[in-house]
C-alpha cells in the first residue's frame, strides 16, 4: 500500500498540474523577492539577468557555430580515418580481420556515441538554462513594467 502511494505520488508529480502548481509557487517567491528589493538592488539585480542572458546566448552561438563548422570541415573524415589504422593495427596483432574489424568497430561506436552524448548534453543543459534566464527575464521586465505603471498612478493621483 505504501509502495503504490509512493508510485502514483512519483507519477503525479509529472502532471501537468502539479508542475503548473511549482512554477506558479516559484513565481510567487521570485516576485516577493523583487517585492524586497530597493529600485538600485531591483535595477542591479536586471543587468546581472540581462548580462548572464547574453552571455549564455553568444555561448549557445558560439557551440553551434564550433558543431556546424566541425561538420562543414569533415570531421568525420579524420574520424573514420583514425578507425581505419585501429583495424590495421588490431589486425597485425591479433591476425584475425573478423575480430580485429568488431574490435575497431565496437570501439569507434562506443567513443562516436559518448562524444555525441557529451555534446548533446552540453547543448541540453545550454537550452535549459537559457530557458531559465529567459523566464527570470520576462519576470523581471513584467514585474519593472508593473512597478512603474504604479509609480505613475501615484504620481498622477
Known amino acids: 500500500v505504501v509502495m503504490k502511494k509512493r508510485m502514483k505520488n512519483l507519477i503525479e508529480n509529472f502532471t501537468y498540474d502539479k508542475r503548473q502548481a511549482r512554477r506558479t509557487k516559484k513565481h510567487e517567491e521570485i516576485i516577493q523577492r523583487y517585492e524586497r528589493m530597493t529600485s538600485d538592488e531591483l535595477e542591479m539585480h536586471a543587468v546581472e539577468i540581462i548580462t548572464k542572458y547574453e552571455y549564455r546566448r553568444n555561448v549557445t552561438v558560439a557551440l553551434f557555430g564550433a558543431i556546424l563548422l566541425a561538420t562543414v570541415m569533415d ?83
Open 75 to 157: 570531421v568525420g573524415k579524420y574520424f573514420f580515418q583514425t578507425a581505419r589504422e585501429f583495424l590495421v593495427i588490431v589486425y597485425q596483432n591479433t591476425g584475425d580481420i573478423e575480430m580485429a574489424a568488431k574490435t575497431s568497430l565496437i570501439t569507434f561506436f562506443a567513443i562516436f556515441l559518448s562524444i555525441l552524448v557529451v555534446i548533446l548534453g552540453i547543448i541540453l543543459s545550454l537550452l535549459l538554462e537559457m530557458r531559465s534566464i529567459i523566464s527570470e527575464k520576462v519576470m523581471l521586465e513584467k514585474f519593472m513594467e508593473r512597478e512603474r505603471i504604479k509609480k505613475d498612478i501615484r504620481k498622477n493621483a
